[in-house]
């Protein structure tokens, strides 16, 4: 695996601590979960469509609150900062959607409060 920020992949494979599961992984089971958790990244911010369609296809934003969803935002923002910095690209494609989404929801919420 080279490019598209994959390279520290082969430096966890060649560099594993003694305490650290090594990349790929020597189970079938850890390789299957590696791959879910990489579908998971890709589904979870699905959980937030219900709540983005809501403010803006049916302009509806009560009982929203605009602080709720702006401190989610940050958090997942400084997720995607932790993900950047330990090259984990489950942690940066989720919380980079679900931050993308949170910020959404708090410009619906201004907009159409």
């Given at each position: 695996m080279n490019g598209?920020?994959?390279?520290?992949?082969?430096?966890?494979?060649?560099?594993?601590?003694?305490?650290?599961?090594?990349?790929?992984?020597?189970?079938?089971?850890?390789?299957?979960?590696?791959k879910v958790i990489y579908a998971v990244a890709l589904i979870s911010p699905l959980a937030l469509l219900p709540q983005a369609s809501q403010v803006f296809l049916k302009h509806d934003t009560a009982g929203l609150a605009i602080s709720t969803w702006f401190m989610l935002g940050a958090i997942n923002s400084l997720w995607v900062v932790y993900g950047i910095a330990h090259k984990d690209k489950p942690i940066i494609i989720a919380n980079f959607l679900l931050a993308t989404l949170d910020f959404a929801i708090v410009f619906g919420i201004l907009k159409y409060s």
């Amino acid at each position: 695996m080279n490019g598209g920020g994959l390279h520290h992949l082969s430096l966890r494979k060649r560099q594993s601590a003694p305490k650290c599961e090594p990349f790929p992984a020597r189970t079938p089971w850890m390789r299957l979960l590696d791959k879910v958790i990489y579908a998971v990244a890709l589904i979870s911010p699905l959980a937030l469509l219900p709540q983005a369609s809501q403010v803006f296809l049916k302009h509806d934003t009560a009982g929203l609150a605009i602080s709720t969803w702006f401190m989610l935002g940050a958090i997942n923002s400084l997720w995607v900062v932790y993900g950047i910095a330990h090259k984990d690209k489950p942690i940066i494609i989720a919380n980079f959607l679900l931050a993308t989404l949170d910020f959404a929801i708090v410009f619906g919420i201004l907009k159409y409060s």
